[in-house]
């Protein structure tokens, strides 16, 4: 029986292609083909379906993600919502054409053996495997085939400021030194004592907002955060501004300036390598130290104890164990003493 010509699919070498074209990001129309299958009835079956897709509208990843991002987008994070865009775009590049349904594992697979940053497409990766399991919710695809994939190990950043480093920092620190002592005294992460107003400095201590996870938290004064702020108030002198680190002329915080200043300053102090959130580690190793785990996961705002441990970069990790009853066998012990 002579098959009728269908439009956009083709048969060669055997196999039967779905024939397509598509616009990539640079505006380049190019044609596609995507192997269906060597059986006719099948091969019909897939191409029904892509067809029944063109009728509804475009549905492929690239469209997916521009419906992530409206959806799902304003409810991350700021810093979370730039990085994804960025990882967005990467990722649009490489599956904006495909439809969801056909990104496999070996896909991903295959971005992660090609990347030069292996913890940036390892987060990429997590972010497509995201965006697929929202479009399984939606309906644009049966289930997400990157659900779960191992992604490789990631290595943690292990580096401390060592009290020599730190008072080094200090030393070299100048007019930076006020923002050097309130990051390390609050441990904030960099975006969160960038946003900090003059608004919030009250009566009862230094208010601050954790946009990570959306909560509002208080640092009492002590000598040390006082004298910090004081002196950053002096340093302001007749300047009026909003925020704590505002611009020379008063305005917003330009976040890349602090942080070449700050920079410069670690390799005056001869540690270049150390970030500002170096300084978050460092706090809350020490407080780790000295007052608990608990003490220092109140200060870091962190929901698990877990979260904790990783930022602690002491060289032994010392886990406090409950208090038991003690009894002969020893204070671990679950031997009792019975009567014969």
Known sequence: MRRKKLPRLRESHGAWYYVAYTTTTEGIRRQTWERLSHDYGVAFKMWSEREAQRVHGERNFRALWVEYQAQELPSKAAATRKAYKVWGEQLTKVFGHMLPQQIEQRHAQELLDRAR?????????????????????????????????????????????????????????????????IAYLTALRREDVFALRWADVREDGLHAQVRKVKRAVVFPWSPELRAAVDELREQRGKVVSLYLFGGPAGGKPNSRRLYRAYKAVAK????????????????????????????????????????????????????????????TGGPLSTSTNSKA
């Not at 959130?277 to 460092?282: E, L, N």
């Open 117 to 181: 940053r292996k913890v940036t497409a390892q987060r990429m990766v997590s972010l497509l495997s995201a965006v697929l399991s929202y479009g399984a919710r939606r309906g644009w695809l049966r289930t997400n085939a990157v659900l779960g994939m191992r992604k490789g190990p990631v290595s943690r950043r292990r580096r401390f400021i060592t009290d020599a480093e730190w008072e080094a920092m200090l030393e070299q620190a100048g007019p930076l030194g006020p923002l050097l002592r």
């Open 268 to 327: 005056a102090a001869g540690c270049p390598d150390v970030t500002l959130h170096d300084i978050r580690r460092r706090r809350i190793t020490k407080v780790t130290e000295v007052h608990g785990e608990g003490v220092a996961q109140r200060l870091a705002v962190h929901s698990d104890v877990k979260t904790t441990r990783g930022y602690n970069a002491a060289p032994e990790l010392v886990v406090p164990v409950p208090d038991e009853r003690r009894e």
